[in-house]
Every structure is written in structure tokens, then in C-alpha cells.
């Protein structure tokens, strides 16, 4: 049966012409390729497949042929032979729904037509160019200028009957936050959020559909990290879909805090352990253990540094910064007088 270019533009058999410009200008500013930056090729596809419909049905004589006979006839311009004249008579709009009936009277013209496509763009440029269609059948006063070059933009930039608007808008962005443990920007994480937006499809309905996204956390990203997906976000009638942007937060930790890519934490040691040492256990965020010996005399306000031990640095895998331990010396509450003489012996040398 080939192609059903009513079908394609979604009217029925009897459409008239503004009925097909109305039809064909809603498909053309859906399926348009700018529109569709993310399925460019099947855009590309369907709007073709858009055009070729309008081309057949809004030409008197393409049309009375495809109605007569179908598109592979119409394309390859093989008709049948004429009917009989008993069969004649029957008028080309008799027959306009239904598809391969031969008992039409077909145009003595169409012994010498031949099937010559208009092109998608000139189409295109005719219905939303200046004028809008002033020029029917012709070429667009503006040839060469196409959806390739942003003629999806009129020049005039008033909408209305026959003119598409200026620029298709788009949503402002939607930022959402994001917030996560210094575990989950340590080890790296998948986070699956799910979310509600409107959409709108090529009627103008509105509708609200349900989404789960999935967001992987590379291990050493910072707050304020964003992450994009385009055109996420919610959608009106003729308006491009906003991107959904969430921004990476984070949580505050019990024990550690983050420094750029440093680990910072505090450690309160004896006076007795700052003289005399002490080893310091640690539980890394991806549960390690650490042990820190301190040999040396510490004193108040002292940062043991470890190598190595920080946040991973997410655009040099494999390093990461340092581990920074701030060490506080708690001092006995009170010494007896026999403490102050033993320890005026040993620290006094006296």
C-alpha cells in the first residue's frame, strides 16, 4: 500500500489546505532537526518524511494521483492504463479514501507528469518564512537559507498565522541541590534520584511523568561540582524542555573536614603522651585503619601531616592529598605538690 501521507500528518482524507498547513506547521516545529540536537538523525528523518506528505497532498494534481493510485505509482509515473468508458464518470474525489481504486477518471495530464519532489527546506522557508506562505508553489524568496543554517528563526520575528516565532525558547536551568557524605565524595558513588516533570507533546498536552536518574559520583569531587541533563527539566507547549542541574553539597562529617583536597582532623593527646609519645589510631573513610606514631615531643597546636591519606583528586587518579592531624595537648586539671617536685627533678634537670 506504500506510504500513507495522511497518517504521516495526522488528517483525515478529506483535509483541506488549511488543514494540511495547520498540521504541517505543528510536525515541522516538533520533528525540526534544531529541536532535536540529541536525535538529530531520526528528526532529520521525520521531517522529511513531514514534507513529502505536505508536498503530495497540498498539490491539486499529486494529490487526485495518490489518491487515485498510490505513492509508488505516484513516484514512479507508471499509470495504468484509462478505464473503460463505461467506468468513467466517477469523479477523482469519489475515490479520495481509498487507496489503488482504478475506476477513477484520471486527468489526461497525467500521461505527462512527472513526479518531481520539492525540497524539505524550500518547504519549510515557504510555510514559516516572510510572509508565510504568500509565495505558494514556488521557491522561498530566501533559498539556501535553512534549518542547517538557523532558519528555524524568522527574520521578521513576529509569530502568527503562517510565521513561527522568533526563537524557540528554552526553560531557564533547574538547579537542584545535591547533598553528600564525605564517605560517598571519598570512595566515589551512584545515587539514583527520581524525579517528577511536566512534558508536553505535540498536541500542546501537558502531561507529568515520573523519572529515575542516575548520578555517579566520582571519587575527590568538590561542593559545587554541577551535574547536567539537558533538557530534563520541565517542558510547556512549544517551549524547549530546561536542563536539570544538580549541585553537588557537602554533608558535615563528626570527625574529619575537608580542606581543598587535605583531610583535616583533630587529635586531643595527654601532656604526659606529648613528652613521652604516642601512637594515634585513625579509621579512614573507606573504613582503613591508620595508625600515626608520634615519637617526637609534640606541642600545643602541632600538625602531624601524612602523606597520601586526604581526598582523591578527582583529575589525577591514584593521587590523593594530605592527611592533617591537629594535635591539642589537654593539661592536667591540677598538680600535687609532690607531682610539681617530681616533675621539677626530671624536667628541671635540678
Known amino acids: 500500500m506504500g506510504v500513507d501521507y495522511y497518517n504521516i500528518l495526522k488528517v483525515n482524507r478529506n483535509a483541506s489546505e488549511d488543514d494540511l498547513r495547520k498540521s504541517y506547521r505543528r510536525l515541522a516545529m516538533t520533528w525540526h532537526p534544531d529541536k532535536n540536537p ?5 528528526a532529520e528523518a521525520k521531517f522529511k518524511q513531514i514534507s513529502e506528505a505536505y508536498d503530495v497532498l497540498s498539490d491539486p494534481q499529486k494529490r487526485q494521483i495518490y489518491d487515485l493510485y498510490g505513492e509508488e505509482v505516484l513516484k514512479s509515473g507508471q499509470f495504468p492504463p484509462p478505464p473503460s468508458a463505461s467506468h468513467g464518470g466517477a469523479s477523482a474525489s469519489h475515490h479520495r479514501n481509498r487507496h489503488h481504486h482504478h475506476n477513477g477518471n484520471p486527468n489526461p495530464n497525467f500521461s505527462s507528469f512527472r513526479f518531481n519532489p520539492r525540497d524539505a527546506e524550500d518547504i519549510y522557508a515557504e510555510l514559516f518564512g516572510d510572509g508565510g ?6 521557491r ?17 520575528g513576529v509569530g502568527g498565522e503562517g510565521v513561527a516565532p522568533q526563537v524557540q525558547k528554552k526553560g531557564p536551568p533547574v538547579e537542584n541541590n545535591l547533598p553528600c557524605s564525605l564517605e560517598d565524595l571519598y570512595k566515589g558513588a551512584k545515587k539514583k534520584m527520581k524525579i517528577s516533570r511536566t512534558v508536553a507533546d505535540d498536541t500542546g498536552r501537558v502531561r507529568t511523568v515520573e523519572e529515575i536518574l542516575t548520578i555517579d559520583i566520582k571519587p575527590g569531587w568538590k561542593k559545587g561540582t554541577k551535574i547536567t541533563f539537558p533538557e530534563k527539566g520541565n517542558q510547556g507547549p512549544g517551549v524547549i524542555p530546561s536542563d536539570l542541574i544538580f549541585v553537588v553539597d557537602e554533608k558535615p562529617h563528626p570527625l574529619y573536614k575537608r580542606d581543598g583536597n587535605d583531610l583535616v582532623i583533630d587529635q586531643d593527646i595527654t601532656l604526659l603522651e606529648a613528652l613521652t609519645g604516642k601512637n594515634i589510631e585513625l579509621t579512614s573513610l573507606d573504613g582503613r585503619s591508620i595508625t600515626i606514631p608520634l615519637n617526637d615531643i609534640v606541642k600545643p597546636g602541632d600538625e602531624v601531616i601524612v602523606p597520601n591519606q586526604g581526598m582523591p583528586i578527582s583529575k589525577e587518579p591514584n593521587k590523593k592529598g594530605n592527611l592533617r592531624v591537629k594535635i591539642n595537648v589537654k593539661y592536667p586539671p591540677r598538680l600535687t605538690e609532690e607531682q610539681k617536685a617530681d616533675l621539677r627533678r626530671v624536667l628541671g634537670g635540678s
Open 38 to 42: 540529541n536525535n538529530k538523525r531520526e
Open 133 to 138: 506562505g504568500s509565495n505558494p508553489g514556488g
Open 140 to 156: 522561498a524568496p530566501s533559498r539556501g537559507r535553512s534549518y542547517r543554517d538557523g532558519y528555524f528563526r524568522t527574520s521578521n
